[in-house]
């Protein structure tokens, strides 16, 4: 499976260890708890970093990360009706302990959840203490950029 992560170049070097994750904590993670977020495509990974922009600000250091989960190591799936009805419009303690859970199991290195920018569309967690995590390879950054017009 391939997935993708946007940062900033600066933080290239660290994004695929979740120490973002850990000091800010997300909406699949509470702070203290590592994971790296990822995309299902770069279009996903593009949406989700565009939708937590400041306003009018187009950053022109953004790199994107290209990562390869083998097709052998295990990955959940977080199901929607697990859910709370309108998951997407909160960021609280219920869906971090969804996250928070799978982590402290170890179970997998991914878990698939819901994109709360495109719903229909899947993000990727990886847990960077699981022992298949150095299976996980990640490419080169590449330098990404928006298109001007997402900017009017």
């Not at 977020?37 to 565009?50: D, G, Q, T």
Request: proline letters at 6%; aromatic letters at 12%; a positive charge.
């Amino acid at each position: 499976m391939r997935c993708w992560r946007i940062c900033r170049q600066r933080y290239a070097a660290d994004a695929a260890n979740g120490e973002g994750a850990r000091l800010y904590g997300g909406r699949w993670n509470s702070r203290g708890v590592r994971v790296v977020y990822a995309s299902s495509s770069l279009a996903l990974a593009a949406v989700e970093i565009f939708v937590n922009l400041e306003p009018n600000l187009r950053p022109g250091d953004l790199v994107f990360i290209e990562g390869e989960i083998p097709d052998a190591l295990r990955i959940e799936r977080l199901e929607l009706d697990a859910l709370p009805r309108v998951w997407y419009r909160s960021r609280d303690e219920s869906l971090r302990r969804f996250g928070d859970d799978w982590i402290r199991t170890g179970n997998s290195v991914g878990l698939l959840v819901p994109s709360a920018a495109i719903r229909g569309d899947w993000n990727i967690l990886l847990n960077p203490a699981h022992s298949d995590f150095p299976k996980v390879t990640f490419h080169t950054p590449q330098p990404f950029e928006f298109d001007t017009r997402m900017f009017r």
